[in-house]
C-alpha cells in the first residue's frame, strides 16, 4: 500500500511537471516567440496562456515596453576641428521579435551595444557638419530628428525602433566655451534688437491706422451732424413760414418781443438806433396789443 500511493504521488507529480511545460503565458508588457532547436517556428504570440510541446520547444519572451539606456560621455568633432564631449542617451522598443532574436541572440546587451554604436555615428555626422556655436544653439528636435534619419534604416535590421535620443550635456572645450557663450550673447541680443525693432514699426503701423480710423469717424461724425443741423434749420424755417403766412402781424409782433427781451433790459446794454426806426414800431403805438 504505501508503494502503490507512494508511486500514485509520483505519477500526479510528474503529470504536474509535463502540464507545467506544455502551458505558458504572455504578459501584455511582453513579446514572445516559440523556437525548436533553436530554429523560429512561431514569432509572435497574442498576450494570454498558450500550450507547447513540453521539452521539445522552447519560448523566448522579451520586453515589449520602452528600453531607455544610458552611454557614457564620447567625443565628437566639429566642422571646425574642436572635440566637444557629449552624454546622451537612448530610447528603444522591439518592433520585429524574430529580427531582434537573429541579429543579437535576443540579448539586450548586445542590442545596446550595437545601438549605441550606430547613434553615435549618427550624432558623429550631424556634429561634424557644424560649428561648436551650432551645436549648441541647435534646436533639440532638428538635432534628434537627424539623428534619427540617418540611424533609420540599420536600427530596423536590428529589429528595433529607435524612439528618441537626448543630449543630457555637452562639454566645451575651456579656451573656447567663453567666446562661444559671447558670440551667442550677442546673437541673442541681435535678435532681441531686431524683434525690438519690427515691434516699434507694427506699433507705429497700428498707431498711424488708429490715427487714420479717428479722422474718418470724426469726419463722417461731423458730416452727419451737419446734415441734421441743416435738416433741423430748414424744419425750423418752414414751421416760421408756416406761421408768418397764418397771422403776419403777430408773427411781427412777437418777434420784436423776443428782440426787446434780448436787447434791452440789461445795465451794460448801448443802444444807438434813431427814434424813428422801425425797431421801435410797436412801442411807438402802444394802443396796439
Do not use: C
Not at 34 to 62: C, S, T, W
Not at 182 to 191: A, E, G, W
Request: overall charge neutral; proline content about 3%.
Amino acid at each position: 500500500m504505501p508503494n502503490r500511493a507512494l508511486m500514485s504521488i509520483a505519477a500526479l507529480i510528474v503529470g504536474l511537471l509535463i502540464v507545467a511545460s506544455s502551458t505558458f503565458s504572455v504578459r501584455e508588457t511582453e513579446l514572445a516567440m516559440k523556437l525548436r532547436f533553436g530554429e523560429i517556428v512561431q514569432p509572435h504570440y497574442d498576450p494570454g496562456l498558450h500550450f507547447k510541446a513540453p521539452f521539445y520547444h522552447e519560448v523566448r519572451k522579451f520586453e515589449r515596453r520602452i528600453t531607455t539606456r544610458n552611454y557614457p560621455s564620447e567625443q565628437f568633432l566639429t566642422s571646425e576641428g574642436k572635440i566637444l564631449r557629449i552624454d546622451f542617451y537612448i530610447k528603444w522598443r522591439i518592433v520585429d521579435v524574430p529580427s531582434y532574436y537573429t541579429a543579437t541572440g535576443g540579448s539586450e546587451e548586445i542590442a545596446a551595444v550595437r545601438l549605441g554604436s550606430i547613434v553615435k555615428d549618427g550624432i558623429k555626422g550631424v556634429i561634424a557638419r557644424r560649428t561648436i556655436q551650432q551645436v549648441v544653439a541647435a534646436e533639440r528636435t532638428e538635432f534628434t530628428g537627424e539623428i534619427l534619419k540617418s540611424a533609420e534604416s540599420k536600427v530596423s535590421e536590428l529589429g528595433l525602433q529607435l524612439v528618441d535620443v537626448r543630449v543630457k550635456k555637452i562639454d566645451l572645450p575651456e579656451e573656447v566655451s567663453e567666446s562661444v557663450f559671447l558670440r551667442m550673447r550677442q546673437d541673442f541680443d541681435r535678435q532681441a534688437k531686431q524683434l525690438r525693432a519690427e515691434g516699434d514699426e507694427n506699433a507705429e503701423k497700428l498707431r498711424a491706422e488708429a490715427d487714420r480710423q479717428r479722422t474718418e469717424i470724426l469726419s463722417s461724425a461731423y458730416r452727419e451732424s451737419e446734415i441734421i443741423k441743416g435738416d433741423g434749420d430748414a424744419r425750423s424755417a418752414e414751421i416760421y413760414a408756416r406761421a408768418y403766412q397764418r397771422n403776419a402781424e403777430f408773427y411781427s409782433f412777437y418777434r420784436s418781443l423776443q428782440a426787446y427781451d434780448k436787447s434791452i433790459g440789461t445795465d451794460s446794454d448801448v443802444l444807438v438806433i434813431g427814434p424813428d426806426s422801425e425797431f421801435f414800431k410797436y412801442l411807438k403805438r402802444p394802443e396796439r396789443r
